[in-house]
């Protein structure tokens, strides 16, 4: 059973970056679809973005909200995944977590079997 840890976060200016990195522990993300998700305060959990850990296939899923300024990867390892955010902006303050789903599908948000505890991301104005 892969456990999943979470770093990177932290306090940024608007405009700033954070590389995001969730790591899996007593196993690989092998088979595995791994996404990205974030909930702020007072709001429901936000899925950001969402990548297939395959040997030959990274495929990848954003959210509106955010394509063109995160993007997901990967390590070839498989031990490591990555959510670099750019141009950030101050509503981009919450609660950043990390998901996986063994065999699990891009698409369907509500798959996830295993989290992490999370890493807060703050963006001040």
Not at 90 to 104: I, Q, W
Not at 113 to 122: A, E, H, L
């Amino acid at each position: 059973q892969v456990q999943l840890v979470e770093s990177g976060g932290g306090l940024v200016q608007a405009g700033g970056s954070l590389q995001l990195s969730c790591a899996a522990s007593g196993g690989t993300f092998g088979n595995y679809v791994v996404g990205w998700f974030r909930q702020a305060p007072g709001k429901e959990r936000e899925f950001l973005a969402a990548i297939r850990v395959v040997s030959w296939d990274s495929s990848t899923k954003y959210a509106d909200s955010v394509k063109g300024r995160f993007t997901i990867s990967r390590d070839n390892a498989k031990i490591t995944v990555y959510l670099q955010m750019n141009s950030l902006k101050p509503e981009d303050t919450a609660l950043y977590y990390c998901a996986a789903e063994r065999s699990g599908s891009l698409y369907y948000t509500n798959q996830y079997s295993y989290w992490g505890q999370g890493t807060q991301v703050t963006v001040s104005s």
